[in-house]
């Protein structure tokens, strides 16, 4: 996600590697890192914060390609990945937006 915000001009955030949904480490993470963002619509540059229940399970960010809005995403085996962001909204049960 830094290297993608670094792109855009925007500061970096926390470093999140090697943060796991074991153990509740990436909801514990991303709520802590949510307490100096302030909730947004989807926008270039916005973190997104995945939920199963209401345990954030997943996080990606905000970028346009084309003038369209896509999530990058970074998972075990297929390491990047940009998903629309209505296709990528669609695989959870809740999403937010941060900036």
Request: hydrophobic content about 35%; overall charge negative.
């Amino acid at each position: 996600m830094n290297e993608i915000r670094s792109d855009l001009g925007l500061p970096e955030w926390p470093d999140f590697a090697g943060v796991t949904k074991d153990g509740g480490g990436l909801d514990r993470e991303a709520r802590r890192m949510m307490l100096t963002l302030e909730r947004c619509e989807p926008c270039e540059g916005a973190g997104v914060a995945c939920y199963s229940g209401s345990t954030v399970t997943h996080v990606g960010i905000v970028v346009s390609i084309d003038g369209l809005l896509h999530v990058a995403e970074c998972n075990p085996g297929t390491n990047v990945t940009f998903l629309p962001l209505p296709r990528f909204k669609r695989r959870f049960v809740k999403v937010e937006f941060w900036q």
